[in-house]
Nanobody
Framework: VQLQASGGGLVQAGDSLRLACAAS????????VKWIRQAPGLERELVAA????????YYGDSVKGRFTISKDAAENTVYLQMNTLKPDDTAVYSC?????????????WGQGTLVTVSS
């Protein structure tokens, strides 16, 4: 499976962005699609994840209530709607596929897309 992330950019605090992760190849029902971010000098952080079968979602504490992950099975795409962005959200956002909603244990990785939030 190849993953292509898109949608990053430079925005101001309070703005919104929507990231997309398009997958080529089959996503299996056991898979979890994740958005993981990494800011300079910091550890990777699980932002959000969604189970391909059933659509159960998971969120990191820092984004709960502001970000929404969703999937379009027909398009093999997962979206991350990011609202009320803060400067602390500045990071490279990557999508990945694994079997659990954790920052580790990913089977497939896409390249990252940079999100920069100015104050």
């Amino acid at each position: 499976v190849q993953l292509q992330a898109s949608g990053g950019g430079l925005v101001q605090a309070g703005d919104s962005l929507r990231l997309a992760c398009a997958a080529s190849g089959r996503i299996f029902s056991s898979h979890v699609v994740k958005w993981i971010r990494q800011a300079p000098g910091l550890e990777r952080e699980l932002v959000a994840a969604i189970r391909w079968n059933g659509g159960r979602t998971y969120y990191g504490d820092s984004v709960k209530g502001r970000f929404t992950i969703s999937k379009d099975a027909a398009e093999n795409t997962v979206y991350l709607q990011m609202n009320t962005l803060k400067p602390d959200d500045t990071a490279v956002y990557s999508c990945a596929i694994g079997t659990s909603p954790t920052v580790t244990g990913s089977i497939y990785w896409g390249q990252g897309t940079l999100v920069t939030v100015s104050s």
